[in-house]
Each structure stands twice: as C-alpha cells, then as structure tokens.
Nanobody, 116 residues
Framework: QVQLVESGGGLVQPGGSLRLSCAASVNIFRLSVMGWYRQAPGQERDLVAAITTYGSINYAESVKGRFTISRDIGKDTVNLQMNSLKPEDTAVYYC??????????WGQGTQVTVSS
C-alpha cells in the first residue's frame, strides 16, 4: 500500500499564500496520477489539481491562476502552491494518488483555513 504524507497546512489571511507537500512512499513514476482534493464541512470532496506521470495538469476552475501543482521527482513529492487565498478555499486538503495497477490512495488530510 502506498503511503502519502501531507504537510504545509495552516491558518492564513485572505490574499496570503501556503504551500502543501505530499510525500509518497514509492517512486512517483509508479503512480499514474497524483493530485490534491479538498473537502469543506458539509460538502463533497472535490478535485483541486492533478498531474499525470507524463506531466499533464488539470485544475479546478475555481483555483486556476492562483494555485500551481508541481512535482519534485528526486523527493517523490507533489506540491501545491496556493496564492491569493480566499475564505472559500478553507477546507481539509487531501493528497491523492492512483497507482499504475489502479489502486487509489489517500493521505490523512491537512487543514487549510483562510480567515482574517
């Protein structure tokens, strides 16, 4: 089972920035897709951003131009740089990965709170 460990959440004021990191326990080229989802209280878990093995990237419309997903191949890590944060970005953010065998893995989640 692939382990995903997230870090970087916290409290930030509107307009601020945070950087989330997700470290995988395997070489990330064994993962066909890695990405970030978020879930606010009472809402469904929705895709924020994802990156495939080949480097194709997909963003939710609500974060385009503000968030950037990237990979650090040497550290088997996927990062999410979040700029111009808004209160509506407040949620628990989960790292997600699909293995090349079709398994779906989740991290434990990290809280992001945007509030003044």
């Amino acid at each position: 089972q692939v382990q995903l460990v997230e870090s970087g959440g916290g409290l930030v004021q509107p307009g601020g920035s945070l950087r989330l990191s997700c470290a995988a326990s395997v070489n990330i080229f064994r993962l066909s897709v890695m990405g970030w989802y978020r879930q606010a209280p009472g809402q469904e878990r929705d895709l924020v951003a994802a990156i495939t093995t080949y480097g194709s990237i997909n963003y939710a419309e609500s974060v385009k131009g503000r968030f950037t997903i990237s990979r650090d191949i040497g550290k088997d890590t996927v990062n999410l740089q979040m700029n111009s944060l808004k209160p509506e970005d407040t949620a628990v953010y989960y790292c997600n990965a699909h293995t090349i065998f079709g398994d779906v893995c989740w991290g434990q989640g990290t809280q992001v709170t945007v509030s003044s």
